[in-house]
């Protein structure tokens, strides 16, 4: 999980590095790159089992990011249509599972490419913007794209380590709530005013680690048990993959291109998913213990269901180009 954040830490430096530092030239030829790449990995989503199958796929996207590159065409409308499409996918994927058709899976591939090379292409640097923020979600950076008169699209990432010993399900526990979330969001504006509606996706990665610290009997599932019995419980805690979000925000100017945003939100996190495992113990791998620990398990899987709906508050400083 942390290797996942460093890597999108990384991404995200190094998009901005392309963005800002890098001649135009440059950085259109670094982004098409990447895009083709990504063509190529989301090829692999629509089951072809030969290369051909693959590569048509990826000349059809090139050909689409030079029509769009080359073409006179009005990108606000563009954007406007596709930010349609992505919120209605987000609708269907998160709350509407179901097999895609192969047509869909093709377009959504060309959607999400083409159409936010369109949003790149023809992009002046007044509508780019980066930022630092902290929060319920740790620390973060985050680069933003404000192309159209009502909305912007942002991406980013979290991170933070919170040390949280205390007492869970009747044990006492040294823990960590270990935070690692990358997102995508979507920011609807009002005007004359500071307020926004903010939609995304997270990739979340947040967890909650264990290691027993128990200075005498344990309380495992309603039984006792001692030290020398049960050895270490570690256990952890982990949410759902993907997660949607929802929320509220305000952006305020500071000074000329400088500004501060709230925002207050929640991100669905989903059941929690419990492992639990005794260690070094005598009775360890007896199964007794392991009935008391299943039932300790579906306890802590009940407390931590408490964090499906995470709140977020967050404060960012901003600047933008």
């Known amino acids: 999980m942390k290797q996942r954040i460093i890597t999108a830490v990384i991404a995200l430096l190094a998009l901005l590095l392309v963005l800002f530092v890098v001649p135009e030239p440059v950085a259109l030829l670094v982004i098409v790159a990447v895009m083709i790449a ?31 590159s080359f073409l006179s065409v009005d990108v606000t409308l563009i954007l406007q249509g596709a930010m349609l499409w992505w919120g209605m996918a987000l609708i269907w994927t998160f709350f509407f599972p179901t097999a895609i058709p192969l047509a869909v899976r093709w377009l959504a591939g060309a959607l999400v490419l083409a159409i936010a090379f369109s949003g790149v292409a023809n992009a002046d640097d007044s509508q780019w913007g980066v930022g630092i923020k902290a929060g319920t979600l740790g620390l973060g950076l985050e680069a933003r794209w404000s192309g159209l008169p009502w909305m912007d699209v942002r991406i980013g990432a979290n991170g933070y380590t919170y040390e949280d010993n205390g007492r869970q399900a009747n044990v006492l526990y040294d823990a960590d709530l270990d935070l690692e979330t990358v997102y995508l969001t979507g920011n609807f504006h009002f005007p004359l005013s500071p307020f926004r509606i903010t939609v995304g996706a997270f990739a979340n990665g947040n967890e909650y680690n264990m290691v027993s610290a128990e200075p005498g009997d344990f309380n495992i599932g309603g039984e006792f048990y001692t030290g020398a019995e049960v050895g270490t419980l570690a256990g952890t805690t982990s949410w759902g993959s993907s997660a949607p979000y929802l929320g509220l925000g305000f952006d305020f100017e500071l000074f000329g291109k400088a500004g501060l945003n709230f925002d207050l939100g929640v991100l669905w996190q989903g059941e929690p998913e419990v492992s639990l495992l005794s260690t070094g113990g005598t009775m360890s791998d007896e199964l007794n213990l392991g009935q008391d620990l299943e039932n300790e398990r579906l306890e802590l899987e009940d407390d931590m269901s408490d964090f499906k709906a995470y709140p977020v508050i967050s404060l960012s400083f901003v600047y933008n180009f």
């Open 38 to 68: 990504g063509a190529w990995e989301w090829s692999a989503f629509l089951g072809f089992a030969a290369r051909t199958g693959r590569l048509i796929y990826v000349a059809t996207i090139a050909a689409l990011l030079a029509a769009v």
